[in-house]
Structures are given as structure tokens and as C-alpha cells.
């Protein structure tokens, strides 16, 4: 527990000091994830895990989760979220909650988003969930004005008894025109593999229609070791376009209080530049 406090003392102060500009190539929820190079699509475990594959709800067993993410280490929460979900729904079909927003760059500028998330899953079997999140969704132009959409995630999954897992997620479908920039449509894919201690991921995202080849102008790779407990360390790279960036990170945990921080610091290896992803979460089982 002394362990614990003393780096979230020390993140807590950085976040102070610390200035830079957000990335918008990574997810906006989720420092896990930026630090794993955001290859997280097919993985199965974690707070956020709902939003970037909402088919992984079926093998969460936790009753709520709230968390905020000053993404670019400014003196406001870049990214906000609270999570409510019925208690081990293993296999079962479960219903959520989510309640999110954040504040990201765009073509057209700085965007506010706000929604409310509406995700349920079903079972075809043990091992092959899939699920729709229906998010309505509230959008701050940069001119002031609030637009609305109903973006759609549709999610698959298959996690096999080994722990080697592949994740597929349409995100931001709609049956009517989508105005949001901040939710913009295109598809993630991607496959893990979760062994105790160690997790590897690969994965990319791409728009429904790519002029480029998949894998080599999009790509995503990360891992993270932990000790089940209350650490874990996590490295990655992703490819986009003609840009690189390496990722790492840490996460740290007081289990009992269920307080979860998690760091993430990615460097751009063109503009020779390193943006910082902070994570606070905390979780009911």
C-alpha cells in the first residue's frame, strides 16, 4: 500500500507541471490501452475493456467503474467515464450503462463530445460473444453550436480456454448521416493472447473503405507483464499511416480500495515528440 501511494503522490504531481498536446490517433478512454500501443480491441479484462470491444462485458464481474483521463496533462479531465453493469454476468446477457465524454482536436478543431452508452451482449457460446452499444450522442461544435448523432458499436469477440483471443469492432455505424467528427466510423480488428501474467496483442483500425494495405500502413502491437496484484508494465508500437509512435507505461492498483492508475507516455518518432496519457479509475466489484 506504501508502494502504491508513494507513485500515485508522484504521477498526481506531474500531472501539475506536465504540458502537451493531445493525440488523436489513440483512443480518448484508456491510458492501459495508449500504453500497449492501442492494440486492445480482443482483450477480455480492465475497466475500459467495455469501451474498446463492447462484446468483453460478458467477462467482466464487476458492478461499477468510474475513472477520469486529463489526456494531455491540462488543468481539466480530458476524458470522462462511469460504468454500471449487472454483477458476473459470465456468459449471461448483460446490460450496461456508460456514461463518457472528452474534448479532442478535430478537422475542424477543438470538439466536446457527451454521450450515453446503451451496450448488451450475447453468448452464441462460451466463447463467442458479440454485442451492439447504441450511444447517443451530444456534440460541441467549434463555433458553440451542440449537434447530435447515434453512433452504433457493433462488437465480436472469440476467447478461446487457452487464453489466445480475437477481437472484431465496427465503431460508429449509423442508419442516418453521422455529423460527429469526434466519432468518426471505421472498423478495429486484432487478436491477443492473455496468459496469467503476460499479455501480448496485435491489432489495427482502418476506415470502411482503405486505400492502403492493412497491417503495414496501420498497425498496433503491445504487451504488458504484471504481477496479478497491484503492477504492471506495458510497452508498444503503432504505425499509421507515415507516422510511428513507441508507447509504454505503468499501471499501479490498491485492489482492496479498488483505486486503479494507469501512465502511458507515447513518442513520436518524426517530430520527435512524447505526449502523456494519465488514468485514474476506480472500480465496485
Known amino acids: 500500500m506504501a508502494r502504491f501511494s508513494l507513485i500515485y503522490m508522484i504521477l ?15 483512443e480518448p478512454i484508456g491510458a492501459r490501452e495508449a500504453g500497449m500501443g492501442g492494440a486492445t480491441n480482443a482483450l477480455t479484462f480492465g475497466p475500459t475493456s467495455i469501451y474498446h470491444n463492447p462484446a468483453s462485458m460478458v467477462y467482466q464481474v464487476l458492478s461499477g467503474c468510474a475513472g477520469m483521463q486529463p489526456v494531455a496533462f491540462d488543468r481539466y479531465p480530458r476524458s ?3 460504468q454500471a453493469y449487472n454483477r458476473k454476468t459470465e ?8 456514461a463518457q465524454g472528452w474534448l479532442m482536436p478535430t478537422k475542424s478543431g477543438m470538439r466536446r463530445n457527451a454521450m450515453l452508452a446503451f451496450p448488451f451482449a450475447y ?55 453521422n455529423r460527429l467528427e469526434t466519432m468518426e466510423r471505421h472498423i478495429d480488428y486484432g487478436a491477443a493472447y492473455e496468459l496469467g501474467a503476460f499479455t501480448w496483442s496485435v491489432g489495427t483500425a482502418s476506415d470502411f473503405w482503405p486505400e492502403k494495405v492493412w497491417f503495414r500502413d496501420r498497425f498496433r502491437m503491445g504487451i504488458e507483464i504484471s504481477n496479478q496484484k497491484d503492477m504492471a ?20 492498483a490498491s485492489p482492496k480500495a479498488g483505486i486503479f492508475v494507469d501512465y502511458a507516455i507515447v513518442y513520436h ?17
Open 12 to 26: 498526481l504531481l506531474v500531472t501539475v507541471s506536465a504540458t502537451a498536446d493531445p493525440l488523436p490517433y489513440f
Open 80 to 82: 470522462w467515464w462511469v
Open 91 to 98: 456468459f449471461g446477457f448483460p446490460l450496461a450503462l456508460f
Open 123 to 177: 453468448s452464441f457460446s462460451p466463447y463467442s460473444p458479440a454485442a451492439v452499444d447504441i450511444k447517443p450522442t451530444m456534440e460541441r461544435t467549434e463555433s458553440g453550436k451542440w449537434i447530435g448523432g447515434l453512433p452504433i458499436d457493433v462488437g465480436f469477440m472469440g476467447a478461446g480456454p487457452s487464453g489466445a483471443n480475437i477481437g472484431i469492432v465496427l465503431r460508429n455505424v449509423s442508419p442516418f448521416a
Open 233 to 252: 508494465i506495458r510497452a508498444g508500437y503503432t504505425v499509421w499511416d507515415e507516422d510511428k509512435w513507441y508507447t509504454a507505461g505503468i499501471g499501479v
Open 269 to 285: 518518432t518524426d517530430k520527435k515528440t512524447f505526449e502523456h496519457y494519465l488514468q485514474y479509475s476506480y472500480i465496485i466489484r
